[in-house]
């Protein structure tokens, strides 16, 4: 009968080492992309929720929604890598409502620059001050931490093609939000 165990024999012991070492490896790269990951959509939630904010303020919600719907592949972003590092649920779900919570912070803050400091209007530049830093942050983290990631876990062609996937959803929803006169 087959075992769960492995019998490692005097010459296989390096083999396993080589093994427990490439884990080891792997987990920590894990952690590492959770933790950029976290950092990043954390600073990167501060000013998108300016942007829900502003955008729900000119009577455009074309903007919130789309802001609502990416939320969810934010939240995976972070507690998928932080649990396959941890295997801890908890530390998941906290860390992505910590990261989360930076949002409500961004949009208070508008609230405070138009309510507070009696804001009448605010100039094009600063709408696109804070959608430019929003967009920035995302495109520094997957262009350094992302894409190499993927590239080093998948063949080129496989990493390519999700990327193409992923520009033609994104041309479609702009598409469809023009075409809707969002």
């Known amino acids: ?7 490692v024999e005097e010459g296989d012991s390096d083999s396993s080492e080589a093994l427990n070492h490439h884990d080891s490896q792997k987990v920590s790269s894990l952690e590492r992309i959770s933790f950029v990951t976290f950092l990043a959509l954390t600073i ?12 729900g ?5 074309a903007v919130p929604v789309a802001i609502a719907m990416h939320n969810i592949p934010e939240g995976m972003a ?5 649990y396959q590092s941890s295997g801890s649920v908890w530390g998941a779900v906290k860390n992505t409502f910590w990261a989360g919570l930076a949002q409500p912070i961004g949009a208070a803050f508008g609230w405070f ?4 400091c009696r804001l009448e209007g605010l100039p ?8 430019a830093s929003t967009a920035g942050v995302m495109v520094c983290v997957s262009i350094m931490e992302l894409l190499p990631e993927a590239f080093a876990g998948a063949t080129p062609m496989f990493v390519s093609l999700w990327v193409f996937a992923g520009f033609a959803l ?13």
């Open 1 to 7: 009968m087959f075992s769960n165990q492995e019998n």
């Open 44 to 55: 990167h939630n501060f000013p998108e929720g300016l942007a829900t904010f502003f955008g």
């Open 57 to 61: 303020g000119t009577g455009s919600f």
């Open 78 to 82: 972070i507690a998928v890598p932080f």
């Open 113 to 116: 620059l138009i309510a507070i």
């Open 124 to 131: 094009p530049f600063v709408y696109g001050a804070v959608y």
């Open 170 to 182: 994104m041309e479609c929803s702009i598409i469809c939000l023009n075409a809707s006169g969002a």
